[in-house]
């Protein structure tokens, strides 16, 4: 268990929500929708294991990230919370719900599915080492070392926000070794027993452009999330809520206004 850095929004005592983000992300891709919650929400944001300003560790399962985030809602004194996580961070908030039900208010899961995709992010990784830290002087030299692989312009100033500058020069806030190392947990998910299944108010929230959640996976996530309703937006892609901010926005209230 590491103890996570988080980014806290709106009021203590109003009703808590957690927003838990993607691989290679950090809390502050939250902030637009953190802010427009803040006025009626308690929104708290973590940096997970591996990523922004919280601790790094050697293991990255979602066991391990599960108990960082139980340890999170003791530190703050929270019972029970709307838990809603992307990508990476909507795996963490499904094994959250299934394994500790008592623990989720209600269950929101932002383009990803409870299933193994089999892919990996090989280029990814190497597009990092391609940047030469003791050589660059800014963003832009980082971001021109990155070019070369098949990664777009988009996707590496995506990556390069973990970029930062220290006493000690140029590093990166993600911890690539223990996520290289990890990738085949992190794309998987992990086995469960037959009978594992969350009753509580759930919605998947997906990019209509996006291949991540698949006509192929509902029955698997309606067979775990029995009360489950999809919402496509359309014109997004995996990034759902940078893509299409008022798109999201529409689903994501449909979800908080249910009963």
Known sequence: MVTLHYTRYGTPGKPPVLLLHGLFGAASNW??????????????????????????????????????????YDTLQIERAIVVGHSMGGKVAMMLALQHPQRVERLGVVDIAPVDYGHNFDEVFARFRAVSLRTIHSRADADRQMDGGVIGGGVRAFLLQNLVKGPDGW?????????????????????????????????FIHGALSDYVLPAHQSRISQLFPRVEVCPVEGAGHWVYADQPQ?????????????
């Not at 803040?38 to 560790?57: C, F, I, M, Q, T």
């Not at 992190?186 to 027993?193: A, E, R, S, V, Y």
């Not at 994501?252 to 206004?257: K, S």
């Open 31 to 72: 902030g637009s929708v953190a802010r427009r919650l803040e006025a009626d929400y308690d929104v708290v944001v973590p940096d997970l294991r591996n990523h922004g300003k919280s601790p790094h560790a050697t293991g990255h399962s979602y066991s391990d990230m599960v108990d960082d985030v139980l340890a999170l």
């Open 171 to 203: 590093a990166w806030r993600l911890n690539l070794d223990a996520l290289d190392h990890a990738q085949a947990e992190i794309t998987g998910f992990p086995d469960l027993p037959a009978d594992a299944s969350f009753d509580g108010v759930t919605q």
């Open 247 to 259: 798109g999201f926005a529409v689903c994501l209230d449909a979800f908080l206004q249910r009963t």
